[in-house]
């Protein structure tokens, strides 16, 4: 079952979708803005997709110069553009290029919906852009990239205004999509070369949090500290790690003393790997800073069949935040990434035109549990 909110406003044109796949958002824009072929109304790209045999997003990156990037066959290219001459689609090409008028739509993509981050980001995005008096399109893609890739070719082929782009897995050939199809775009919480960028100050943020864990427990520097979650080959756990590894070499750890479990952001694989850790060590680090809520759940569980003073020995922070938090018995600081000031500087990017490649930091918000703000 796809999820779709439908939400009418006073004007006839207007109405806001909140979609949860770009499966969903395929059918949705092929209902509203395909036409049906027997009436003689103008071809889609749904047209020349079904009978050329493909997706609607290779036909899109077909036409649109992309393909090769997406590593389609020149054949296959070649025999969609033979389909949209003999159906005439160059026109309709054309007149989607000029951009004339604006449709009152603004997409974002992002990873998913169930992680409180990014579900801040899409409702922070859902508000601003309602109050700019247009309508927002979300979909999510699971950093998957031949998903992402569909998402932004529907959603410029539904004549958006503009995009933000969350997360994503290949920034710069998503960016290359929107350049081709003059389309204004901004990426959020993942940097990219070739279009302005706004992300947390992730180094700093996780440097400032280290230091907070390192002077709660004042452990033996002789003592394990362990990096638990997160993806290194994504830049936003790369920059955390590497403030992490400076407030330690700082207070005197050895690089011997401390471990990075870059083990993803899944729940189930962040308790599996704190799981192997304590079996191999047969007790939990001295200091423990988890990245992201999802793994901090998945730690937290096993973290429960423990007991008490196990967990109290343990110095343990979130680069992450949830409201829960603050009614656990075992004391956690944590990060809270700014998602409403980071949605209102993409805007600003937006507003002023900017498309030059240009990154823009936001310091997280070090939220203290109560016996820390009070010492």
Known sequence: MHLVNITPRTDSRAFAL???????????????????????????????????????STVGSALNGSWKSRRISETTV??????????????NLQARALRSTKSGLVGMIL?????????????CFSNETRSR??????????RERDQELEAVQGLINASVDALMLVGTSHPEILSEVCQKAKVP????????????????????????????????????????????GGNAKLPATAERVVGFKEALLEHGHEPTNYRILACGYQRS????ALATLYKERQKLPSVMLINSIGCFEGALQFLSQLSNSEVDACAIGAFDFDPFGGLLRHPVPMMRQRAEMMVKRAYQHLDDKDSAPQITYIEPELILPNHLHAS
């Not at 169930?114 to 409702?123: E, H, L, M, P, T």
């Not at 990426?187 to 709660?216: H, I």
């Open 111 to 123: 990873p998913q919906h169930d992680n409180r981050f990014f579900s801040s980001v899409g409702q």
């Open 133 to 142: 008096h247009a309508l927002p399109v979300i979909v999510s893609t699971r």
């Open 269 to 272: 694989a962040a308790r599996e």
């Open 185 to 228: 775009h901004v990426f959020l919480d993942q940097p990219c070369s070739n279009a302005p960028s706004v992300v947390s100050e992730n180094k700093g943020g996780a440097r400032k949090l280290t230091e907070v864990l390192l002077a709660e427990n004042n452990p033996d520097y002789s003592e394990e500290v362990v990096f638990l």
């Open 18 to 56: 909140s979609i949860a796949s770009s499966y969903s958002l395929t059918e949705i824009l092929k209902e509203k803005w395909q036409t049906n072929v027997t009436t003689g109304s103008k071809q889609t790209i749904y047209d020349i997709a079904k009978k050329a045999g493909v997706s609607a």
């Open 78 to 91: 070649q025999r969609i553009q033979a389909i949209a001459d003999e159906m005439n689609y160059s026109v």
